[in-house]
């Protein structure tokens, strides 16, 4: 089994950063990528960031700039920096490991932590 522990999220100003982070523990296999993704009350949940094992990230529009997706692969952790905070970022966010097990790709999930940004 894997488990994923994300911790980091809070109550902050806009316009100041938070820094997110989710560890893996447990059977881990190859990972293949990492992700973030938020939901904010009656909305869907969207990609925030990702980043493969290889280095390569990518980022939402709305994000773009401000946050920060990095890992640690020798400790199994994603980080999600995230600066110049606006109230639209209020949402609990949710880490995500894409590992390969065999021949497939296995996604599992954090149990999300919230973020809330005040203006």
């Known amino acids: 089994q894997v488990q994923l522990v994300e911790s980091g999220g809070g109550l902050v100003q806009a316009g100041g950063s938070l820094r997110l982070s989710c560890a893996a523990s447990g059977s881990i296999s190859s990972i293949n990528a990492m992700h973030w993704y938020r939901q904010a009350p009656g909305k869907q949940r969207e990609l925030v960031a990702g980043?493969?094992?290889?280095?390569?990230?990518d980022y939402s529009d709305s994000v773009k700039g401000r946050f920060t997706i990095s890992a640690d692969n020798a400790k199994n952790t994603v980080y999600l920096q995230m600066n110049s905070l606006k109230p639209e970022d209020t949402a609990v966010y949710y880490c995500?490991?894409?590992?390969?097990?065999?021949?497939?790709?296995?996604?599992?999930w954090g149990q999300g932590t919230q973020v809330t940004v005040s203006s």
């Open positions: 995500k490991f894409r590992l390969r097990v065999v021949l497939a790709y296995r996604d599992y």
């Open positions: 980043i493969t094992s290889g280095g390569m990230t």
